[in-house]
């Protein structure tokens, strides 16, 4: 299939202009008369669109080739293509094409240049392919040539730490630096000035990054009296600073903790930026999260997951390769792209049972039928962008034993209800997470990124809305998140690390109570710490609001006792909106006869 080479391949700052010479050599197999390359330059975020209308202009690309003999056809397009074609005569082993991708003539036309990506990766290919025979089929070379993208200079801080913690126990602080598009800038250098609000934090009064950090550090910290806190780090010489998430401190040891994860995203494996690797250290350690996924598309990109086993597993070992218990647990995943039915990510506990069930593949062409290719895996599936967007959730499918959970908000937007805050786009009636839930459908509520910029936990810059999902559960390990997705104990919010509690007669979210009197009273209690000034925090009962309060501040308790007669199926939740335009939502709490199965029974599989 021959090999391929790009000059330069210095690595480039992220948003800059330059040339790229992308040069092939024919394999020893040749390239027949109407056979020829395919060079794809990523679609995403950024690159210039190859042309050769006018040198004048951006993205200036010509084509030549060593073969003096040769004639080439050469057809440009979208997405940022350029395909190569010999006419007259083949092309031999050794023989050159070469493709001037920003061609300024040698400086004579200095706006012809290409611009790169806005997100800083690793290994950014030109993707090559070759038709050797003119049939018209073109099938990769093994070595894509590879750049890499840097971050501009860092403008901006991440400070997060855990969001409950125990009075006098030891806790870290992961601080990290980003440029103006969020990427991580791992060659800042410079002090960095940390303090608390209120103080009673025990913490270095500074940091100085070295080169060694690479960009981010975590510091060890204390608190020795209950109460919220929040830490902030600032560098005064380049006049930026940021403040951490709210951290509660409470006066006893913790049994449960709340964790916080991203577990859908994507890399420069199918529609995204990065690599696995770029992907799960951005989540660690920019981020901060505890909990990760990489959920590459199952038929989407220029090498897709159903057709390349190799690809999945790669994902499968450094997916297990970035898990360490206590610390940082990451799940083997893909996304279900089906265009019919919605999109769905795929989470195995286990990675060894990982299987990619294609919407392609007959056999699982339907959510039956994925649910059906997955029999016999710990494994669940989520429902995305359920209200609209891309393609909406059809709800006529559920399983419980696999649907657990739906998401309810990413960089889509708004899933609740039809017309709610920050909505999704393109939203259908009859779609959103209150219309599964009035089916009766046990769903637990949480939030996902969608990111494909390589930024999972943090919001796209200009996005509407991002997602994330606190999890309550006993450690930071595979099993222990796990047990807490099947049994609801999460919650969603639309990218900020709001706090919320909520309970029904001491039960949690996520919980079924069973049907008792009908008469007995619902005692509901919502605790809520925003990142900013609460809007308002309701109790939403059956699709409606059943009780709300205007906010107090950052932090409010919302109580409320609900003595209408109760009936099997109804359902409760909380929903928090901050001045700021941030949401959070609880699990549900639902109300169901003694009779009712239990979610996760696989008998409850319902296609209407």
């Known amino acids: 299939k021959g090999t391929a080479r790009v000059v330069p391949n210095d690595p480039v700052i992220v948003n800059t202009y330059g040339t790229w010479k992308i040069v092939y050599s024919v394999g020893r197999e040749g390239i027949g008369v109407g056979g020829g390359i395919a060079v794809h330059i990523s679609p995403y975020w950024g690159w210039t669109q190859p042309q050769n209308r006018n040198p004048d202009y951006p993205g200036y690309t010509t084509v030549s080739t060593s073969n003096q003999q040769a004639t080439l056809d050469i057809v ?23 493709i001037t991708y920003g061609d300024t003539g ?134 930026f600073k940021a403040r951490s998430n709210p951290i509660l401190c409470v006066d006893k040891p913790l049994t449960t903790h709340l964790y916080w994860g991203d577990i859908h995203g994507h890399s420069g494996l199918c529609d995204g930026t990065g690599t696995p690797d770029n992907y799960y250290q951005y989540a660690r350690d920019v981020a901060g999260l505890d ?97 609209g967007g891309p393609i909406p959730t059809d709800w006529d499918f559920y399983n419980p034993a696999f649907q657990p959970l739906t998401e309810i908000c990413s960089i889509h937007g708004n899933s609740e209800y039809y017309g709610a805050l920050k909505g999704i786009y393109n939203p259908q009636e009859n779609h959103f997470v209150q219309d599964a839930l009035s089916r009766g459908y046990k769903l637990g509520i949480i939030g996902s990124g969608d990111s494909h910029n390589g930024h999972p936990g943090r919001r796209d810059p200009g996005a509407l809305t991002a997602g994330l999902m606190g999890v309550y559960a006993e450690e930071l390990t595979r099993e222990s998140i796990w047990k807490a997705l099947q049994e609801k104990r999460v919650y969603a919010t639309s990218g900020a690390r709001i ?23 619902r005692n509901i209690t919502g605790r809520v710490i925003g990142t900013d000034v609460i809007k308002e925090v309701a109790i939403i009962k059956n699709g409606s609001t059943l009780y709300a309060e205007k906010g107090q501040g950052r932090e409010m308790t919302i109580r409320y006792s609900d003595k209408t007669p109760l009936k099997a199926g109804d359902y409760y939740y909380l929903r928090a909106i901050q001045e700021d335009d941030e949401i959070a939502w609880s699990s549900p709490i639902w109300m169901e006869s003694h009779e009712t199965k239990k979610s996760g029974d696989r008998s409850e599989n319902v296609k209407r």
């Not at 440009?76 to 070469?98: F, H, Q, W």
């Not at 990489?294 to 499968?316: M, S």
């Not at 706090?499 to 009273?521: C, K, R, S, W, Y």
């Open 291 to 387: 909990i990760s996924a990489l959920t590459t598309h199952d038929a989407h990109g220029f090498l897709p997951l159903d057709e390349d086993e190799e690809t999945w597993a790669f994902i499968r070992k450094k997916t297990d390769s970035y898990y360490h218990p206590g610390s940082f647990v990451t799940f083997l995943g893909y996304e279900w792209t089906n265009w019919t039915y919605g999109h769905q990510h795929v989470i195995f506990l286990n990675s060894e049972e990982g299987k990619v069930c294609s919407f392609r593949d007959p056999q699982s062409s339907n959510p039956q039928g994925l649910w059906e290719c997955l029999e016999g895996k710990k494994v669940i599936t989520i429902p995305h962008h359920v209200g």
């Open 499 to 521: 706090i919320i509690d909520f309970h029904i007669n001491n039960e949690t979210m996520g919980q079924i109570i069973p049907l008792g009197d009908a008469q007995t009273v």
């Open 76 to 98: 440009m397009g979208s997405p940022n293509y350029v395909v190569v074609r010999t006419k007259e005569v083949p092309l031999t082993v050794n023989d050159t094409i070469t």
């Open 106 to 239: 040698t400086g004579n036309h200095p706006s012809g240049r290409a611009r790169c990506d806005r997100y800083a990766e690793e290994g950014e290919d030109f993707f090559i392919k070759v038709d050797g025979d003119g049939d018209g089929h073109f099938y990769p070379i093994e070595d894509q040539p590879l750049i890499t993208v840097l971050s501009a200079h860092a403008n901006g801080l991440v400070v997060t730490a855990p969001s409950i913690v125990a009075q006098g126990s030891t806790f870290s602080v992961t601080i990290a630096a980003v440029d103006p598009s969020g990427n991580w800038a791992r060659d800042f250098k410079g002090t960095v000035y940390l303090s608390s609000s209120p103080s009673g934090v025990t913490i270095p009064s500074r940091y100085r990054f070295q080169h060694r950090d690479g960009g981010t550090t975590r510091v060890d910290s204390l608190i020795s009296k209950d109460g919220i806190y929040y830490i902030t780090a600032e560098d005064k010489e380049n006049g």
